[in-house]
């Protein structure tokens, strides 16, 4: 146990001279926390980020401590959520956020933030997307087996779009595009009194 401790703090300590970014921390009773995100690591446990305070306290921040975080990259704005999946806690970026269904997905080395050389450890990889919808309920939709959990999600409220799964345009790197169909979809069956 030890050794992964140390292997963990390796991994930050090595990465911290990546840039800094300025946001926001928020914590799970709800208070915003301003400061510098420097760098999202991956560790043996999920993923961390190391967080410098408007003070210049340093911290690395692991997902169960804190509700999420918010910065600005490339003029975006990026937000993530901490959430737990299989023993597991991680970050995940907020890619479409909808009142049915929201998408995350798992942050990758895409950007000079993002240090994910640890998931080569992994024996298995966690999925890149993850649903939300309901009262905070929670799925992983793995590459493998998504056609058959979408079909099986969609289905009971959208059956026309449940049949499209797997089809041109309606394939795994369509999701971002399958949630705001669903969004919209739902959007319009909701009747106003």
Not at 19 to 42: C, E, H, M, P
Not at 90 to 115: H, I, K, T
Request: aromatic letters at 16%; proline letters at 6%.
């Amino acid at each position: 146990m030890r050794q992964l401790y140390l292997l963990a703090f390796l991994l930050v300590s090595g990465t911290l001279s990546a840039d800094a970014y300025r946001g926001f921390l928020l914590t799970k009773d709800g208070f915003q926390l301003t400061g510098y995100l420097n760098v999202l690591a991956y560790a043996p446990g999920g993923n961390l980020i190391t967080f410098t305070n408007d003070f210049g306290d340093e911290y690395t921040i692991h997902p169960f401590l804190v509700s999420g975080f918010g910065f600005n990259y490339n003029g975006e704005p990026l937000r993530f959520v901490s959430r737990r999946h299989e023993g597991m806690w991680y970050f995940l970026q907020e890619d479409v956020s909808g009142r049915a269904v929201s998408l995350y997905r798992l942050p990758r080395g895409g950007g000079r933030w993002v240090d994910d050389s640890m998931l080569r450890v992994f024996t298995e990889p966690p999925p890149e997307y993850y649903l939300e919808y309901g009262r905070g309920e929670f799925i992983a939709v793995p590459r493998g087996g998504y056609k058959r959990q979408l079909r099986n999600f969609f289905r009971p409220t959208s059956p026309g779009l449940a049949g499209k799964i797997g089809k041109r345009g309606y394939r795994y790197r369509d999701l971002p595009a399958m949630i705001k169909e669903y969004n919209e979809l739902s959007r319009r069956k909701r009747k106003r009194l």
